[in-house]
């Protein structure tokens, strides 16, 4: 009897690795979202991935709580002369010790051209003192620096040439003479910048009366927002779309920004050299289609500010007005006072208006009626009460209810109060409990 070939041993086809084929971009943003635990891990799923990790092109720590400084230290040896695209490490609270690092990293990261890089440091500590190197990071598309000081820059510093956003948030930026004057050099000097925001910084040695100028051919957006006196203004800004102002001396930047679409500007405090800028603007805002402003209705100097910038934007579309009071009215802004502040332009193609967090104080209630009676293209009006309003809901609707309107498609919508709101927010499934009226 013959014998029985030998049984062969079954095949398996080779799977393919779906995650592998994927673009690097596309893997690089996927683990970007892990602990970095994690993404060293996947070491362990095959030969191919066992180094795949040390060549991804961003270093992200914010999904990483728990890290310690000897494993960032390691993290970046491990890559070798890799490139780090980017580098984003959190404000959190950890030890001192990791600080002691921190500087042989920012060398190690300006070498191996970074170009995205978010430093945060925690704010329980006194201000973090970056190492000059971070000059010689000169890839740079994207800076964000939260709670740190800034050192002065080395002579003959010629800007971040790539630079396209600087975020700087609760920063101190030091000088050898002002801060404000280098400041204004390095935006100068980044000639692709398209978007500032300043949050809380501190130029050394600079006050209301100093005198430096921001000038960015590229500049789309501005962002300034702090109780800081700042002393530079603006030059022409050929190109800035988006404005938003949040300070105490900030009317003065308004006059390179001729060209802007949307600002929003909080009148938290004016002073005097601010009523001079805002009684008369020596131009008009001939593409500005939205406007949000914070003002004090109590206060006369804020409403004056206010008619300000409506009478400077003939085409504005859409107007937010958020009302605050701290104590009594100067005086009563009847139909003649607000009539005086008129133009002709004023209103001419708005369609929507936000009334935010009133009051119901009188000065509140004759602007709505006001902008009722002027806005004759005006589609809706939306109305929200802060939370301490003393009114019934029912008392403003009765009395909006019967303000003339210069539109026949005007609707007013009560959008009830602050907490009403948040209670809708968090109840998805209830219909928001909105009042309606039609003008007939």
């Not at 070939?5 to 799977?15: C, S």
């Not at 007013?412 to 927010?425: A, H, K, S, T, Y």
């Given at each position: ?245 949040f300070g105490t001396n900030c009317a003065k930047f308004l006059t390179g ?36 402003v914070t003002v004090n209705f109590c206060k006369m100097c804020h409403i ?35 009539n005086a502040q008129c133009a002709d332009h004023i209103f001419a193609k ?91």
């Amino acid at each position: 009897m013959a014998a029985s070939p030998p049984r062969q041993k079954p095949r398996f086809a080779a799977v393919p690795d779906a995650l592998a084929s994927l673009p690097l971009e596309v893997l690089d943003n996927i683990f970007s979202r892990l602990h970095i635990y994690d993404v060293v891990r996947t070491s362990v799923l095959s030969r191919t991935w066992r180094r795949r990790w040390e060549s991804l092109p961003t270093v992200d720590l914010s999904h990483s709580p728990g890290i310690c400084a000897s494993d960032i230290d390691a993290l970046l040896l491990r890559r070798g002369s890799a490139p780090v695209r980017a580098f984003r490490l959190p404000a959190r609270d950890p030890t001192w010790m990791i600080w002691n690092y921190f500087h042989d990293w920012l060398l190690c990261l300006s070498r191996r051209g970074v170009r995205d890089l978010t430093l945060g440091f925690p704010s329980r500590f006194s201000l973090f003192r970056l190492h000059s190197c971070l000059f010689s990071c000169r890839e740079l598309t994207r800076l964000s620096l939260i709670h740190c000081r800034i050192p002065p820059a080395p002579a003959g510093l010629v800007g971040f040439p790539n630079l396209k956003t600087l975020r700087l948030e609760t920063i101190f930026i030091a000088a050898q003479e002002h801060a404000g004057r280098e400041f204004a050099a390095l935006i100068g000097a980044s000639p692709v910048l398209e978007d500032v925001e300043m949050v809380c910084v501190k130029l050394d040695g600079d006050g209301p009366d100093d005198e430096w100028v921001i000038r960015a051919p590229n500049l789309r957006k501005l962002s300034i927002l702090g109780a800081f006196k700042y002393g530079g203004v603006t030059e022409s800004l050929p190109l800035l779309e988006e404005a938003t102002f949040f300070g105490t001396n900030c009317a003065k930047f308004l006059t390179g920004m001729v060209g802007i679409t949307k600002l929003d500007f909080s009148f938290i405090s004016i002073w005097p050299t601010e009523v001079d800028v805002l009684e008369q603007l020596p131009f008009l805002f001939e593409n500005l289609r939205f406007l949000s402003v914070t003002v004090n209705f109590c206060k006369m100097c804020h409403i004056f500010s206010m008619f300000c910038l409506l009478r400077s934007a003939p085409v504005l579309e859409e107007l937010e007005v958020w009302g605050w009071s701290d104590g009594t009215q100067e005086i009563e802004t009847n139909s003649e006072f607000l009539n005086a502040q008129c133009a002709d332009h004023i209103f001419a193609k708005l369609h929507v208006v936000h009334m935010k967090k009133f009051a119901y104080l009188v000065n509140e209630m004759h602007f709505i009626e006001f902008v009722l009676l002027k806005a004759r293209v005006l589609q809706v009006l939306y109305v929200t009460l802060d939370s301490y309003a003393t009114c019934s809901n029912e008392e403003v609707v009765t009395e909006i209810a019967e303000y003339p309107r210069a539109s026949s498609d005007a609707q007013v919508i009560f959008m009830g109060r602050e907490p009403d709101l948040q209670i809708m927010n968090a109840e998805a499934s209830s219909p928001p409990r909105i009042l309606m009226m039609r003008y007939q």
